[in-house]
Each structure stands twice: as C-alpha cells, then as structure tokens.
C-alpha cells in the first residue's frame, strides 16, 4: 500500500514543481518565465516545511525519504496557502 | 487539523454523482460515496443526501487529465483526487485512471479517498497529524477505517457536534471481510467460534463448517437458516472437516484425515475422495489449515509448527525446501483451526475463536486497532 505507480520526482526540479503545486513555494518564484533565482535557502526552508507537514526529520535537504513521500500517492489539494489567496475556481 | 475559511451555511447538503468512474458498477459506487459522507454525517448534525436533477451542492465527477478546472490530473498515482472548498463550490473530483477498489488491499480505496475529498468539500484543508483522515497521503486500504479524533475535531470546529444520541458508525464496518455489523446471531458458534474449516466457494459465498454443521456468511454475520446439516446438503461429505479452499479452477477441496474431497458449487465430483498422498504428493496428512493466495494461485498448507506450499504446476509440486516454520509468518500461532484468503485480498487465520488478519504486502500479521488476535464470533459470526 501506498507504493507510487510511477516515480515523478526524482531531483530538485521535480521537488520543486511539486513544492510549487501543494503550497510550499511562492509560484511567483518557482515560474520559469519570471526568471527569478531561487536562493538555496528558499529552497531548504521549503523542504523542511514539507518534511515538517509529511512528519519527516527537517533536514532541508532532499533525502531519501522526503522524495519517497513526494512520490507518495495523494490529494491534488494544496497542503499550505501561503502565496495570496487560493484561486480555485468551480468549473 | 487546520480549516480552510469557508464553509456551508445550511445543515442538509446535496449531492450527485454525474460522471461514474470506467471501472467499478454504479451501485457499488453510490454505496461507497454514501458511506463517505456518512463518515461526517456521524460526528455532525450535517445531512447527505443525492438527488437526479436540478442544482447540487457537491458534484462529484470521475475524470482523466485535464477536465475542465484547469488542474489537469497526473495519471496513476501521484495526485488522485482534488476536491474544492465551500467558497469555490464544494466538488469532488476523482481521477478516473487510478484503480478504484472497494473493501481491497489492491488499488486505491473509493470510500477512503471520498471521505477525505468530502472533507475540502465541507471546508477542512489538510492536517499535518499522520493518522487524520485529513492527512494529504494515501496510506493504503485500511479495512478498519476509524475517523481521527482531529478529524472530529476539525469537522466540529466548523459545524458543532452532533446533537442527538450519537450512532456508532464513526467505525466501518469491515465489509466484505472481518469485522461484521452484529446481524443474524451464529447460535452455537456464538457459544464456541472455534471452527473446523472456512472457504469462500467460486460464486463468492463464505462457508463455515464445524462439527456437523455449516454456516453461510453474510456482511452482518450468518445467513438466515443457519446452521445447516453437513450431511445433509454436501453429499458425501463427512463431518469434523480439517481445512478447505478452492482454486484457481473453481473446485473447492475439502480436507480431512488422509483424505480430500472435491466438489464443484455443491456438488461432490466424481472419484472423491482420494488420498492426499495420490493428489498432494508431498502434503501430510491430518492439515490443520490451507488456502490458496491469490497472488501467486500456490496452495499454503499448515500443520502443527509448519507449512507447506504446493506449486500443481511444478515436479515435484512441494520443494525440498519445505516444511518450513509457520514462525516465518510473524505474527501467526502454530496448530491453526483454519485459513481463507478473502475477497478483500487479506489473508484470515482462525485459531481457537480468534483470527489474524495477514498483510501479505508488509509479510506480517496486521497491526490495528482493535489489535489481532479479535473474537471471530464478534467480527465474523455475527454474535
């Protein structure tokens, strides 16, 4: 139970486009078109919130087990809402 | 538990489904979206009902990719379902290219995933607590499905308690498989739910045989009419059975001293019995258990301290290897009474009124709450 079908993310650009979709970075940094560069803090601080929410160690770092959990089957609904108001729309 | 800022202002909510998912009947599921909502309905003064027509408050959908929100789905695994908050409209929506399963190790489990998609719909955001239904991950099929108490919380927090005399279905019953609902009492195996043999036959129905008798299971306990004589309706077979199961091939063998019986539905086929030397070289006699798993179609039989297992398509069909130590089922007692994979995939041992419950994923008998060994005549026999 539990084992993902398919292994998505497998580094730091997957991590972050999956850190981006549930609410753990501001999409307004993580848009490749705004050409901002991310600073490895950012990053980290990230990591821990997720690893902090998932019950992991903090570590910051993309270990192991942090990827295990991304790749873990789940709810598409944003864990945080921290970037401005969630724009979900119905239909 | 956290809550995400909105939630309905009337009590009595509306729902339909208008879009059923490829793999699974439209009854199993309305049943299965019902007993999602029902899990808030028990610890609310919230009301759910469906309606065909008009204006709902929570459309429920089964969709691929992307549909229509602008928040296409992934395909197998990774995001399975998302569902919006009462400000954005309540809908749940699921991805229909994920294996929806109901009461089976295998897939992904509707009635867990609704239940918690209908908790976005009702307002609650995700809780960082492992164990809240809340909780964004999928944990796997839980048979015993149990609301956290910071679901509760979180639910309460937006709608208050239910005000009336509570109903005890925070608790699911394990349909389909173990813990039963308590219908038609078991009579004697209330008394004593120690057994002789138990088998799920090819047309899905679960037998319970001991001493003389046998009794046909239903989700609630044992069916009406039960207890039934042996002898009387299994011609030629005899009474005080050791173990059965049934194969691949539909047959059901029935084990006893150092002889089995074969029969297809009721009926016993011709040529039987025969000995287990001439048609399971390498089994001894006197079995106190066997069933067959799914996962491989290998028969498992068990016999004191040990078990063995019988490959029909390989010379010879049992390994030198074998016997070896039920031991290396952990979790499991030796001298079992007998076992049954069930058709929720779990694997059931009986011994001595109690059962097991095996998860052959993790290999070990499965933790829960209550904890294995339970009371089979509780869970299983209706008593």
Same mark, same amino acid.
């Given at each position: 139970s539990g084992v993902p079908v398919k292994y998505q993310i497998s580094g730091t650009t997957s991590a972050l486009v999956y850190l981006t979709k549930f609410g753990y970075m501001d999409p307004a940094v993580t848009?490749?078109?705004?050409?901002a560069l991310i600073s490895g803090d950012n990053v980290r601080k990230s990591i821990m919130e997720f690893q902090a929410f998932a019950g992991l160690n903090q570590t910051g770092d993309l270990d192991k087990l942090t990827l295990e959990m991304m790749n873990m089957p789940r709810c598409g609904v944003k864990d945080k809402v921290g970037f401005g108001a969630d724009a979900r729309k119905k239909r | 538990y956290a809550l995400q800022g909105s939630r309905w202002r009337v009590k009595e909510l509306t729902y339909r489904i208008t879009k059923y998912p490829k793999g699974l009947h439209k009854n199993d599921v309305d049943r299965e979206i019902e007993a999602a909502f029902k899990v808030w309905a028990d610890v609310t003064d919230l009301s759910f009902s469906t309606v065909n027509s008009g204006k709902v408050h929570i459309e429920i959908r089964f969709e691929k990719g992307e549909h229509g929100d602008g928040d296409p789905f992934d395909g197998p695994g990774g995001t399975l379902a998302h569902a919006y908050f009462p400000i954005y409209g309540g809908d749940a929506h699921f991805d229909d290219t994920e294996a929806w399963t109901i009461n089976n190790i295998r897939g992904t489990n509707l009635f867990q995933v609704a239940a918690h998609e209908f908790g976005h719909s009702l307002g609650l955001s995700h809780s960082d607590?492992?164990?809240?239904?809340?909780?964004?991950?999928y944990r796997g099929y839980e048979p015993n499905f149990i609301i956290d108490n910071d679901d509760i919380q979180g639910i309460q927090a937006l709608y208050g308690q239910k005000?009336?005399?509570?109903?005890?279905?925070t608790q699911r019953p !394990?349909?389909?498989?173990?813990?039963?609902?308590?219908?038609?009492s078991g009579g004697s195996l209330c008394r004593d739910?120690?057994?002789?043999a138990i088998v799920t036959m090819s047309d899905k129905e679960t037998y319970v045989f001991k001493g003389t008798e046998y009794w046909k299971l239903t989700d609630d306990g044992v069916a009406q009419g039960y207890p039934k004589s042996i002898s009387a309706d299994w011609q030629g077979l005899p009474s005080n059975l050791d173990a059965a199961f049934t194969w691949t091939n539909g047959k059901t063998y029935f084990f006893k001293g150092g002889e089995y019986w074969r029969y297809t539905d009721l009926v016993r086929d011709t040529g039987y019995p025969k000995s287990i030397e001439k048609g399971f070289a390498g089994i001894p006699n006197n079995i106190d258990a066997a069933f067959v798993w799914s996962g491989n179609g290998k028969i498992y039989f068990f016999k004191g301290t040990h078990y063995w297992r019988f490959d029909p398509t390989q010379r010879p069909p049992v390994k030198e290897s074998y016997p070896k130590d039920i031991s290396n089922w952990e979790g499991l007692p030796n001298n079992l009474d007998d076992a049954l994979q069930y058709s929720n995939g779990y694997t059931y041992f009986f011994k001595d009124g109690e059962y097991w419950r095996f998860n052959d994923r993790a290999f070990r008998t499965d933790t829960a709450?209550? !904890?294995?060994?339970?009371p089979a005549g509780y869970w299983w026999f209706g008593c």
């Open positions: 848009n490749p078109q705004s050409g | 607590v492992q164990s809240a239904l809340m909780a964004p991950f005000p009336a005399r509570p109903t005890p279905a !394990e349909t389909g498989g173990g813990p039963r609902g308590g219908g038609a739910a120690s057994i002789d709450s209550p !904890e294995f060994p339970r």
